[in-house]
């Protein structure tokens, strides 16, 4: 089991990634799935700020993972919402309900049931602290904030048309947010290792964690 952990813009998804492909493992999104909870929260009219109403839909949500085409794609019961979850509204989206002890509750339960057989790389913002805390390797990426802010704004798609001014102001927002809520606020995990991605290419990171991770191993 390996963790990686972080806030927005740290690399985790291009990270995890290549880090599962060389490992062999399956990579588990777990933010995929606080931004499927706010879209199927927006799409029954449950508003962002009901915990309680937010944290059953959590429950009954039926989420999935699939591979498709050579890529993972996430699932809402039939529908796949890979690309509606990824909307700069989503991300508010997501970052407001997961601030939701019932939400938290209810999806991490859910992650741990994906991962339960090891082989996984997750990566989000608890899941060395709350979700898996006893895995083998625990990593916090992270990165200064402008660069952060540049990697979401040259990534197509994930920007929405917003300027960069927008998307700095949304990351310094989201880092905010997840790091001050009361349920599991984002920060370093016991016994993670922090690496700082700001002046690190992709493969330097994963070999970086590559070698920790061998050396865990012994
Ligand atoms: O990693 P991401 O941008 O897809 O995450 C979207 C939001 O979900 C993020 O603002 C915080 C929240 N999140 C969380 O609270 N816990 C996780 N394990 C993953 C994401």
């Not at 998804?13 to 909870?37: I, N, P, Q, W």
């Not at 949500?61 to 993972?72: C, P, Q």
């Not at 699932?75 to 509204?89: A, H, K, N, Q, Y």
């Not at 540049?150 to 700095?168: A, K």
């Amino acid at each position: 089991m390996i963790t990686i952990d972080g806030p927005s813009g740290a690399g985790k998804t291009t990270v995890s990634k290549r880090l599962a492909e060389v490992l062999g493992m399956v990579r588990l999104d777990t933010g995929a799935m606080y931004r499927a909870c706010a879209l199927a929260a927006e799409r029954a009219g449950v508003p962002w700020d009901d915990a309680a109403r937010l944290g059953e839909l959590a429950r009954g949500m039926e989420l999935s993972f699939r591979n498709a085409g050579g890529a993972r794609r996430v699932f809402l019961g039939d529908e796949d919402v890979t690309e509606s979850i990824r909307t700069p509204g989503m991300s508010m989206g997501a970052s407001a309900v997961s601030a939701h002890g019932p939400v938290r509750e209810a999806l991490v339960a859910k992650q741990r049931e994906m991962g339960r057989d090891g082989g996984v790389v997750l990566e989000g913002r608890d899941t060395g602290t709350v979700v898996f805390p006893d895995a083998e390797a625990k990593f916090f990426l992270d990165a200064a904030a402008a660069v952060r802010a540049l990697r979401r704004h040259s990534e197509t798609g994930s920007s929405g048309g917003q300027t960069f001014e927008e998307v700095f102001r949304d990351v310094l927002r989201r880092d905010a947010h997840d790091s001050t809520r009361r349920h599991s606020p984002l920060k370093i995990a016991d016994g993670a290792i922090y690496i700082d991605s700001t002046t690190l290419s992709v493969d330097e990171v994963v070999e970086a964690m590559r070698r920790r991770i061998h050396g865990h191993a012994g």
